[in-house]
């Protein structure tokens, strides 16, 4: 599998916008990237997932650069409640369905 | 609320027993998945069932073992328990059958063996 490298953790003021990088020098083209997030206590969500354009959802904008060996996680206005573990995790089309995690980055936001 | 339902939310227990995890996955989900998350090991994929079938296999021990039933619920069978056994055990579901679709994690349950 290929493999991310995110920063163990970053802070950011609360009402701010905040970036997630992620780097996957290794990925393949049929990895999609993923992220996911892990509020205290609870188990992880889903954020958001590209292959090679920029994505927009309701919670969060993935960059993707034009290599594909790096993201950016963009959280537009972050607020206390996007405190929480966030982990890039590469998906191959080819491979089965299992969610790999790393370490991710743990995300403190200053009121 | 993801709809995936877990039980028990605690489970204590001592070395050697054996104990049992259940995951309901969300309505008209056909895939579950087991996630164990430890101190040292982070979140690891143990197991996929799909409508009932096992589909993939991680990092799971011998003295695990899980199964999917007709009404898609799943449980996760862990015995010979060990101090190392302590942890967070996610179970996650999705559609089933589409490829990068999300999975929808429960609130987990935590095994603390003593």
């Known amino acids: 599998d290929a493999k991310t490298t995110q920063p163990n953790s970053m802070e950011s003021n609360e009402e701010e916008p905040v970036h997630l990088p992620c780097n996957h020098s290794t990925i393949s083209g049929t990895d999609y990237i993923h992220w996911y997030r892990q509020l205290p206590s609870q188990g992880p969500e889903y954020v958001i997932h590209?292959?090679?354009s920029n994505v927009n959802n309701r919670m969060a904008s993935l960059a993707i650069a034009e290599d594909r060996k790096s993201s950016t996680l963009i959280l537009h206005r972050a607020t206390l409640r996007d405190a929480a573990v966030y982990y890039c995790?590469?998906?191959?089309?080819?491979?089965?369905?299992?969610?790999?995690f790393g370490t991710g980055t743990r995300l403190t936001i200053i009121p | 609320d993801s709809g995936v339902t877990q039980t028990p939310k605690h489970l204590i227990t001592a070395t050697g027993q054996r104990v049992t995890l259940r995951c309901s996955p969300r309505?008209?989900?056909?895939?579950v998945y087991w996630y164990q998350q430890s101190l040292d090991q982070g979140l690891q994929f143990l197991i996929q069932?799909?409508?009932?079938?096992?589909?993939a296999k991680g990092n799971i021990l011998e003295r695990f073992s899980a199964q999917q039933f007709p009404d898609l619920h799943s449980e996760l069978n862990l015995s010979s328990l060990e101090l190392g056994d302590s942890a967070l055990y996610f179970c996650?579901?999705?559609?089933?059958?589409?490829?990068?679709?999300?999975?929808?994690f429960g609130p987990g349950t935590r095994l603390l063996v003593l």
């Open positions: 069932y799909y409508n009932g079938e096992e589909r």
């Open positions: 996650a579901s999705s559609r089933g059958g589409v490829h990068q679709e999300t999975q929808y």
């Open positions: 995790i590469l998906r191959d089309v080819r491979g089965n369905e299992k969610l790999t």
């Open positions: 590209g292959l090679t």
């Open positions: 309505s008209g989900d056909l895939s």
